[in-house]
């Protein structure tokens, strides 16, 4: 009674009274208490944790509620923090685990359990991205990396994606992706993206169920009557479109991975053939399917070569021109770069050719030294030709000194080719032989 008596009495006390006065230094002692109530929590969620308080992200059950709670925290930490303190909070996580004894498979613990949290496997792909980035830097990073990628390996089961068309009817968060995450062939405007993906052209993405809106790695595809043999043509959005009734080739023109955290999580080659499979039903009039490919190591090996081994490759041996010049690629290079952009003599030509077909062809441990021509001789095409200032941009002059190369995916022979190359032969097409010893 004594407290509703007194409520009642401040609730019809006018302001400015006396009574008014003497609860103000209660209600700002309240205010007071609430400020310092929520500033402790926000310490508390901004101190970072102890490897006391670490170690029951590797030891604890997955239902464990402080470890879980612990994890949100971390995980929170590490979303906003910087490059230096990701860093440092990484250090600090394999510094944690190293001091278990045994570790045993308490890092899969771990990484499964910061799964579970909040937008938890896109979380995953961009800390693997940070362990790439700095497990050479961070003793101990590199089991945990590996521990991650056989996880992600595992969820981003080619079984469990999705393919879905990238039309101009996309939502435009989409379509910005498209510009963000292009890596071949920049996408400049969105003139130039609304001609990607217009009707006489496909793009085709792999999502991913809990990632639903990024695209995973996407294929521009244009269509023609013959094989491409020239970039700057298909990119042109002034380049009258193609009838699809006509055409018979489907060019590749364009493979591109979004995610750095899934570097080495291939599924790529799965893309291309559900793609084929796609394009067939739609048009099963085309018959035959390619790629116009950039060689974005040429220009660096090319530069490496020294004057005794390009002879050898050129079959052009003078006896005025230094057998031990280490600089004699550097000039080749910048030659053949200027000679794409202007204009240049068959002989000019017929040596990039011939330099590029050598560094395309050449293996090690079985595999092409080229990462793109890697990539598709391991999905069973055949290196099909080389084209001379296929690619004028900045960047193509840069990495491959203008040249482009066609893989051939003939699905007939897709099988045998494989078989070659396991043998240390990959199949070429007539006229990338013609430029080999």
């Keep these: 009674m004594t407290e509703l008596h007194t409520l009642a ?19 700002k002692a309240q205010e007071s208490s609430g400020l310092i ?3 402790g929590r926000w310490w508390e969620r901004e101190r970072r944790l102890t490897p006391a308080e670490l170690k029951p992200l590797y030891t604890a059950r997955l239902t464990d509620v402080g470890a879980n709670r612990a994890a949100k925290q971390w995980c929170l930490q590490y979303g906003a923090a910087d490059g230096k303190d990701r860093r440092a909070m990484l250090t600090q996580l394999v510094e944690t685990g190293a001091r278990l004894d045994p570790r045993a498979d308490q890092g899969l613990l771990l990484l499964r359990r910061l799964n579970m949290q909040a937008a938890g ?8 991205a940070d362990m790439l980035r700095w497990r050479n830097q961070v003793a101990g990073l590199t089991v945990l990396e590996r521990e991650l990628e056989t996880l992600l390996s595992n969820w981003f089961d080619v079984g469990m994606l999705e393919l879905k068309p990238i039309t101009w009817d996309s ?3 989409l379509l910005e992706k498209l510009i963000q995450y292009e890596a071949v062939h920049e996408i400049r405007s969105w003139d130039e993206l609304k001609h990607r993906v217009a009707d006489n052209r496909r793009c085709y993405a792999f999502f991913h169920p809990r990632m639903s809106d990024v695209p995973l790695i996407f294929v521009e595809v244009a269509f023609a009557h013959q094989m491409a043999d020239n970039v700057q043509v298909l990119l042109d959005p002034q380049t009258p479109a193609e009838s699809l009734n006509k055409a018979r080739w489907a060019i590749f023109y364009s493979i591109s991975n979004t995610q750095p955290g899934l570097r080495g999580i291939s599924f790529g080659n799965f893309l291309l053939k559900r793609v084929v499979d796609e394009l067939l039903r739609e048009m099963p009039r085309l018959k035959s399917f390619a790629t116009l490919s950039p060689i974005p190591g040429f220009t660096d090996w090319l530069k490496k070569q020294d004057n005794q081994t390009l002879q050898a490759l050129l079959h052009n041996r003078t006896e005025t021109e230094a057998r031990t010049d280490s600089h004699a690629g550097a000039r080749w290079a910048a030659k053949l770069q200027k000679a794409a952009a202007d204009a240049a003599s068959e002989l000019v030509q017929n040596a990039g050719l011939r330099l590029a077909a050598h560094y395309l062809t050449t293996m090690k441990n079985g595999r092409s030294i080229d990462p793109v021509a890697r990539f598709h001789l391991e999905n069973g095409a055949r290196m099909e030709r080389i084209n001379w200032a296929a690619d004028r941009s900045a960047k193509g002059l840069e990495q491959s000194c203008g040249l482009m190369v066609n893989y ?7 099988d045998q080719n494989l078989v070659q190359l396991t043998a240390g032969k990959p199949n070429l097409g007539r006229n990338l032989k013609r430029l080999l010893p």
């Design 121 to 128: 496997l896109q979380f995953m792909v961009e800390l693997r």
């Design 37 to 39: 109530t929520r500033l």
């Design 408 to 414: 051939l995916y003939d699905l007939d022979e897709l």
């Design 9 to 27: 009495r401040a609730s019809n006390t006018p302001p400015g009274r006396a009574d008014d006065d003497t609860d103000r230094p209660a209600a």
């Design 171 to 173: 939502p435009a968060s």
